[in-house]
T-cell receptor, first 115, second 113 residues
Framework: AQSVTQLDSQVPVFEEAPVELRCNYS??????LFWYVQYPNQGLQLLLK??????LVKSINGFEAEFNKSQTSFHLRKPSVHISDTAEYFC?????????????FGQGTRLTINP | DSGVTQTPKHLITATGQRVTLRCSPR?????VYWYQQSLDQGLQFLIH???????AKGNILERFSAQQFPDLHSELNLSSLELGDSALYFC????????????FGEGSWLTVV
C-alpha cells in the first residue's frame, strides 16, 4: 500500500527566507505526485504536480518540487517566502496503474511565515 | 475557484441523525471523488464515481453511502451520525476515470453534537 510521510508537521520561517517542505512516499509502482495547499478556512488547491518528464516542476507563485525516484522524495521548495504563503501544505501520491485517482495524502505541514 | 461546488458549507446536526452533502463537479468532468478530512485521521479517500458508476472505495463506513446522478452531481449520505463523524468533507472532480489531476471543492464542514 502507498503511504506518504511529511517529515515536518510545522515549519516556521521568517518572511523572505527560503523554505523546504519535505515529502517522502512509499510505493512499489509508478506514481503521480502532487502538492496541495490549504489556506485558512479554505479548500484544497492544487499547487503543482509531477506526472512524467522533467523531474523539476514549478508553480506560478514561485514554488518548485523535484521528483527523486531513488530517494522516493518530492520535496517542495521556495527561495523566498511571503506572509501570504502561510497555509497548510499536503503532499499526495496516486498509483498510475490503478486507473482510478485515489490520492493518498500525507499528514500535512503547517507553514507559518513570521514578519 | 476550482469550479467544484459543494453544499452546504456548514452543517451542525445531532448524533443519530442523517445528512446529505451535495457536490456539483466542474463542467465536463465525469469523475467525482469524496474525501474526509478530520483532525485524527487526516485526509482520507472515501469513494470515487465515474459517469454514474462506482469505481473505487476507500475507508468509507457502512453508515455512509454515495451516488452520482445522470446530471453528474453527486451526493454523500451520512447516517446514524456519531461525534467522530465531525469533519470536513471534500468533493473533487476530474475529467476522466484515470484523470491525473483532480480539483477539490471548498468542502462541507459537518459538526455532530
Amino acid at each position: 500500500a502507498q503511504s506518504v510521510t511529511q517529515l515536518d508537521s510545522q515549519v516556521p520561517v521568517f518572511e523572505e527566507a527560503p523554505v523546504e517542505l519535505r515529502c517522502n512516499y512509499s510505493s512499489s509502482v509508478s506514481v503521480y505526485l502532487f502538492w496541495y495547499v490549504q489556506y485558512p478556512n479554505q479548500g484544497l488547491q492544487l499547487l503543482l504536480k509531477y506526472l512524467s518528464g522533467s523531474t523539476l516542476v514549478k508553480s506560478i507563485n514561485g514554488f518548485e518540487a523535484e521528483f527523486n525516484k531513488s530517494q522516493t522524495s518530492f520535496h517542495l521548495r521556495k527561495p523566498s517566502v511571503h506572509i501570504s504563503d502561510t497555509a497548510e501544505y499536503f503532499c499526495a501520491v496516486s498509483d498510475k496503474q490503478q486507473g482510478a485517482q485515489k490520492l493518498v495524502f500525507g499528514q500535512g505541514t503547517r507553514l507559518t511565515i513570521n514578519p | 475557484d476550482s469550479g467544484v461546488t459543494q453544499t452546504p458549507k456548514h452543517l451542525i446536526t445531532a448524533t443519530g441523525q442523517r445528512v446529505t452533502l451535495r457536490c456539483s463537479p466542474r463542467s465536463g468532468d465525469l469523475s467525482v471523488y469524496w474525501y474526509q478530512q478530520s483532525l485524527d485521521q487526516g485526509l482520507q479517500f472515501l469513494i470515487h464515481y465515474y459517469n454514474g458508476e462506482e469505481r473505487a472505495k476507500g475507508n468509507i463506513l457502512e453508515r455512509f453511502s454515495a451516488q452520482q446522478f445522470p446530471d453528474l452531481h453527486s451526493e454523500l449520505n451520512l447516517s446514524s451520525l456519531e461525534l467522530g463523524d465531525s469533519a470536513l468533507y471534500f468533493c473533487a472532480s476530474s475529467v476522466s476515470v484515470d484523470g491525473n489531476t483532480i480539483y477539490f471543492g471548498e468542502g462541507s464542514w459537518l459538526t455532530v453534537v
